[in-house]
Nanobody, 115 residues
Framework: VQLVESGGGLVQPGGSLRLSCAASGFTFSSTAMSWYRQTPGKGRELVANISSTGDSTNYADSVKGRFTISRDNHKNTVSLQMNNLKPEDTAVYYC?????????WGQGTQVTVSS
């Protein structure tokens, strides 16, 4: 399983970013996908997840109405559109999935929201 995130960066409060995760090494279209985030000194927090077909999504209360998770089962990618970003959204964002009874993580991408 390989998960490679991209799209992080520095953005001002109120701005937007779109994260992408390229997946390989497993049957992507059969697997739910998730985005987590982690800040220094804290554990990883679930941000959003999406079912294998994309029909079902769930979000952390802190990002509802601002973030949108989506997937493209033809391109084996999952994305996280982040709008109206806040300083408290600053974190390393990870793409993750559970396959063959093991959870796999990408290397993470840094998102910094600051003026």
């Amino acid at each position: 399983v390989q998960l490679v995130e991209s799209g992080g960066g520095l953005v001002q409060p109120g701005g937007s970013l779109r994260l992408s995760c390229a997946a390989s090494g497993f049957t992507f279209s059969s697997t739910a996908m998730s985005w987590y985030r982690q800040t220094p000194g804290k554990g990883r927090e679930l941000v959003a997840n999406i079912s294998s077909t994309g029909d079902s999504t769930n979000y952390a209360d802190s990002v509802k109405g601002r973030f949108t998770i989506s997937r493209d089962n033809h391109k084996n990618t999952v994305s996280l559109q982040m709008n109206n970003l806040k300083p408290e959204d600053t974190a390393v964002y990870y793409c993750t999935t559970r396959w063959a009874f093991a959870r796999s993580w990408g290397q993470g991408t840094q998102v910094t929201v600051s003026s």
